[in-house]
Structure formats: C-alpha cells, structure tokens
C-alpha cells in the first residue's frame, strides 16, 4: 500500500510536515490491519477534518493459509441462515436506485444481477458513489427506499442464488 503525497507545484506550507506525519502514521497503520486480518482489505477510505476511517473487507475470501478469523466464520453462518445474500450500504449517505430523477432504477425485483453489476448509488457528500453486487443472483426484496437515508451496512436489498 502506497501513499501519494506530491502536492501541485510542490507547494510547503508551516502545516504540510503535520499532515505528511499524519498520512504516513495512517498507511502504516492501514497497511498492518490489511496484513493481520484473515481477508483481504478491499478499500480503506480515509477522510480529513474530524479524522473518519472506512475500512472494507472482502467477503469471506480468506488468504491463502489464514485461518479463518470469527468475523468470517460469523459472516458465513448469517448468510448460511438467510435464505438471500444481501447488498448493503457501502458507507453512510442516501440511497438512489436510478442515475437521476426519473430514470429507470438500475434493477427491479426479479432481475438477475451479476457480479461488479450496479444495483444502486449511495450520495455522501455530494459524491455519488456506485452500489455494486458482489455475488450473481436474482433480486428478491429492495428494503431501502429510493432517496432514503441509509447508514453503513445497512441492508439495501436482497439476492437469491440464480441458476
């Protein structure tokens, strides 16, 4: 895991030593949870200000040679229950199921989705970032409304293994 830390025009200013410490305190760190834990990270967002962290794992995809860890183990035994796969939330914002007021919604109850599909948008501040599925299936039940707030893992809606 890299970090980039060039600014435009190499511009320093009294604070910008701070700010390098901090970034490099925060790869380093991200770097040993990424390594420890028993799946892969899939994305760590880190945001400024009131210092946010969002860290994502992929789904129980253990490492080769890992032991799987009680997340893991926990993860399957939910899914294993439910008679569907969920997508959740990716973070915490509002939820959209089409491109823009008016447009048709990305999927439907009755779809079949396939993975890296689009199922819907999470708005968080003012970014619009894209609700992927992560595994093949046919859409059984939408649980969040369409310009509803939404918070983080937070269950959107709901697949059934397709054929």
């Not at 980039?4 to 991200?30: F, I």
């Not at 893991?72 to 796969?85: F, H």
């Amino acid at each position: 895991m890299t970090a980039d830390t060039t600014r435009a025009g190499d511009r320093s200013g009294p604070g910008d030593d701070a700010a390098e410490r901090v970034l490099a305190w925060v790869v380093r760190h991200a770097t040993r949870l990424g390594e420890a834990a028993p799946v892969p990270l899939r994305r760590i967002r880190v945001s400024t200000a009131e210092v946010a962290v969002d860290v994502e794992w992929s789904p129980a995809q253990a490492r080769p040679g890992a032991p799987p860890g009680p997340a893991a183990a926990a993860e399957e035994a939910a899914v294993a229950q439910e008679e569907g796969m969920w997508i959740r939330s990716p973070m915490v914002g509002t939820f959209y199921r089409s491109r823009e007021p008016g447009a048709p919604p990305f999927v439907e109850v009755g779809d079949l989705v396939e993975p890296g599909q689009q199922v819907g948008i999470v708005e968080a501040m003012k970014l619009m970032n894209a609700v992927q599925a992560e595994h093949r299936g046919r859409v059984s039940e939408i649980t969040a409304r369409d310009g509803s707030p939404v918070q983080y893992e937070e269950p959107l809606l709901s697949l059934v293994p397709a054929d």
